[in-house]
């Protein structure tokens, strides 16, 4: 499709949906609703394109994602309010800017950052969803010592999911990661990791076995061994979505 | 009913409840789901007493009930794992306490504290339903001069929403204010007001008159005859319930 190429800033509250992508009819998902959104502007079906898929329950207030419209008759700032009044309260347009033809959410994109928040006091009702329950205290130091072995060029098969298509395809799961560090934000432990992408469900399995392998007291030494180990089964639980938000994606 | 006194300190997300009482079958009340709970501890129903009710979306993490039990086989802190395993995730017992015959959630409580959450940025989906947003920042010394005089004993009949109780009866409308003071948390604009007891919808037409006239830029001395005037139409709006918790209950 011809047209202007319009990149989206998007947030949106994950508890409601079953994750990014789009699914069967039935299954509600973020990019679903856009594209219905974009569907009842345009009159025809227009593709969203998203920087990258987040799993239900995960949350997201940096979200990028493009499209390609022939619509000429609006300034681009207007698709933020004209598309925000088709949407659900539990997704907003935060910007909207247009872009070179070339421009690509997902392979455009030169890195991801994500954010998962903790609490490890009583969690209570109204923070449940946006935040991960832990019942103990964790050492920063060490949790931040596990941190620096995952900075630079780094093969991350240990933590790749079940579901990663690259334990079929067989490409390489080397990761370039700039960020992995915890840290206090008031009473909520916040992880931060950077990379210039993510295999499936690699952040929720970094924060499982850098908690799971901290609880034991396992030195740092020995955590390099188990991902140079490359065995998943090596690697500590895969935590639950909630609490995790894509937080921001530089281009 | 004889027994045990038990005192609960309750959280509780307001999104999904229609507010505190218990009302009939259909409607999700917080008082209903824990009264149901207690209903499967004792095998018959048990009535529960709150400090006060909150309205429909309102939050609560500082709540107090009590109710009396004939169960004697358990201490008092085994009544918080008790009932949370048999309540939904959005309603959570923080602490359980035996106390005298004599006390009572609600005419035994000597002050109640409200906190209201503004955010006057962009509002994220995830934070929609626990924020009330604002277009625009307000001055906080105007709203903090405006908050002065309330201090003290007030007659608050200009704050009273229109289903409350004391306009049927002729009750005092008279109430002791001991705060009432706006500040900064982060990006978060907060209203702290605590007071012996509060009118119907009282804290959200406070919050409402106040942010109207600050925005008229009404000094504090017409503020304080239009509170005098008892005047209810004098009164700015009443504000949505999302954003206000029900923080503290002091004995």
């Known amino acids: 499709m011809e047209g202007r190429n319009i990149k989206l800033l998007l947030a949106y509250d994950g508890t ?3 994750g990014w992508q789009r699914q069967s009819e039935e299954n509600r998902t973020v ?3 856009l594209e ?10 227009v593709s969203l394109t998203g920087s990258g898929r987040t799993d239900t329950g995960v949350h997201a207030i940096g979200q990028v994602a493009n499209f390609f419209t022939n619509i000429d008759s609006i300034p ?5 309010p004209a598309l925000n009044s088709l949407l659900p309260q539990d997704v907003r347009i935060l910007e909207a800017s247009e872009e070179k033809k070339e421009f690509h959410a997902r392979f455009s994109a030169c890195a991801r950052t994500y954010r998962y928040h903790f609490i490890c006091r009583n969690l209570l009702p109204h923070e449940r969803n946006y935040n991960l329950y832990l019942y103990r205290f964790p050492r920063l130091e060490i949790l931040n010592a596990y941190g620096r072995l995952l900075l ?3 093969d991350c098969s240990v933590f790749a999911g079940a579901g990663d298509a690259s334990l079929e395809t067989g490409k390489s799961r080397n990761r370039y990661i700039y960020k992995a560090h915890f840290h206090m934000e008031g009473d909520r432990l916040v992880f931060e990791i950077c990379a210039n992408a993510f295999l499936r469900n690699m952040v929720r399995s970094i924060a499982g076995t850098f908690l799971h392998y901290e609880e034991k007291d396992t030195p740092p030494e020995k955590l390099r061994e188990i991902i140079a180990s490359k065995e998943r089964s090596l690697a500590g639980p895969t935590l639950p979505p909630q609490g995790l938000f894509l937080w921001k994606v530089d281009y």
Chains 1, 2 share one sequence.
């Open 16 to 18: 409601d949906f079953c």
């Open 31 to 33: 990019q679903g609703v």
């Open 36 to 45: 219905q959104a974009l569907e009842k502007m345009h009159g025809f079906h």
């Open 76 to 80: 681009c700032d207007r698709f933020v």
């Open 152 to 154: 630079g060029e780094k």
